[in-house]
């Protein structure tokens, strides 16, 4: 009798012990789902940010483009410079401050000290954001450019750019029906998105 009761109490051990390894389980899977899930709402946030700073940078480029061709507006469109600086997406940021960007910003210096009349006007821009690229100290570079305060700088200037144009144009409405306002008032929208969107990640 004793043994029986022996093995009895044996098998309920067993039993319990496999029923707390597989409780145990459950959970282990529950908070591997439960981390998936959030990876994966961050991941697509930050994908979102990634893909926004893509099209803000590209939109400056745009409207700095448009400036220096058949927009030729009087706002302060050397704004444009600074923002595209802290909205660059960073693979093409750390390419042009490496080697490639100091050799062309030491080939557009030789160009505009010796040889002026050959160095465009449209190409004073351009040049202008190589040797901000080039030439900055780390804390713009790498501090102010991944924090909020260059996001707000870049939401300023879109602000600010935004109202320039409308007022430009005399009214929202005048800014989509003249020549050229439909594109560029959406370029100058995008300008938007990008810091908006970051601001609001950086608040949540």
């Excluded at 496999?18 to 946030?45: F, H, R």
């Excluded at 595209?84 to 030491?106: M, N, Q, T």
Aim: hydrophobic share 50%; aromatic share 14%; net charge positive.
């Amino acid at each position: 009798m004793g043994k029986m009761d022996y093995l009895k109490m044996s098998t309920d051990d067993v039993a319990a012990k496999s029923d707390l390894i597989e409780s145990d389980i459950n959970e282990l899977k529950m908070a591997a789902k439960k981390l998936l899930k959030d990876a994966s709402k961050l991941g697509g946030l930050g994908f979102g940010t990634s893909f926004l700073k893509w099209v803000a940078s590209f939109s400056a480029i745009y409207l700095l483009i448009l400036d220096r061709t058949n927009w030729r507006t009087n706002m302060l469109t050397a704004l444009l410079i600074p923002y595209i600086f802290l909205s660059f997406p960073p693979v093409l940021f750390h390419f042009f401050r490496g080697e490639v960007g100091k050799w062309i910003a030491f080939i557009a210096v030789v160009l505009r000290l010796f040889f002026p009349r050959h160095f465009p006007d449209w190409l004073e821009m351009p040049g202008s954001l190589i040797l901000l690229l080039v030439v900055s100290p780390g804390f713009f570079a790498d501090t102010l450019r991944s924090s909020w305060v260059g996001v707000a700088i870049c939401l300023f200037i879109a602000c600010y750019l935004l109202q320039e144009h409308i007022r430009a144009s005399g009214g929202f409405r005048n800014s989509f029906t003249q020549p050229h306002g439909v594109s560029n008032t959406i370029g100058i929208i995008l300008l938007l998105v990008y810091p908006v969107w970051s601001l609001v990640l950086h608040i949540v």
